[in-house]
T-cell receptor
């Protein structure tokens, strides 16, 4: 058990490009969450998966955002046509039935 | 809508100077209140979960307490390595099963040697 892994750690992209982030949760955790954190703010909920099913999406998740969790293992978060306002830290967390939430180190996205 | 307010936004202490951080919350029904520590450029690191008013938990120099409206994180004789942002989050009993967390903005703690 190496915790929650996120890749890449940092991503710099030009406005209008598409980006994809990956999260590998703790293997026995069936719940997976994506959060977004901007400077000076706490993390904000984006979306939630239980196994492979995406059960909730925040109003923050515009049509340009899509998330998947095929086979209930790793998850990807894709942002299409990036905007400068998408610049943030994207955090992934996983949770099992009896454990607390474990966060990854995040992916820092900078849109230039 | 669930709300979490943390105060102060920033706190500067001298090494050994004890203090407390506050987290006020408004939720439809509290399932759990969480405290996390976050270092710059890293993800939040779990500290405590509190479930009911009157509950207290301790870890080294940190002690978390919970009432029906707020939680306190007490820091006793802090050291420079305690410098970090401390985040409070609530998990509400909204009737669903997503168990998502709602965070406050955090308190940036700086401990000077």
């Amino acid at each position: 058990d190496t915790g929650v892994s996120q890749d890449p750690r940092h991503k710099i992209t030009k406005r209008g490009q598409n980006v994809t982030f990956r999260c590998d949760p703790i293997s026995e955790h069936n719940r997976l969450y994506w959060y977004r954190q901007t400077l000076g703010q706490g993390p904000e909920f984006l979306t939630y998966f239980q196994n492979e099913a995406q059960l909730e999406k925040s109003r923050l998740l515009s049509d340009r955002f899509s998330a998947e969790r095929p086979k209930g293992s790793f998850s990807t978060l894709e942002i299409q046509r990036t905007e400068q306002g998408d610049s943030a830290m994207y955090l992934c967390a996983s949770r099992g039935p009896y454990y607390g939430y474990t966060f990854g180190s995040g992916t820092r996205l900078t849109v230039v | 809508e669930d709300q979490v307010t943390q105060s102060p936004e920033a706190l500067r202490l001298q090494e050994g100077e004890s203090s407390s951080l506050n987290c006020s919350y408004t939720v439809s029904g509290l399932r759990g209140l969480f405290w996390y520590r976050q270092d710059p450029g890293k993800g939040p690191e779990f500290l405590f979960t509190l479930y009911s008013a009157g509950e207290e938990k301790e870890k080294e120099r940190l002690k978390a307490t919970l009432t029906k409206k707020e939680s306190f994180l007490h820091i006793t004789a802090p050291k420079p390595e305690d410098s970090a942002t401390y985040l409070c989050a609530v998990q509400a009993d909204s009737g669903g099963s997503n168990y998502k967390l709602t965070f406050g903005k955090g308190t940036l703690l700086t401990v000077n040697p």
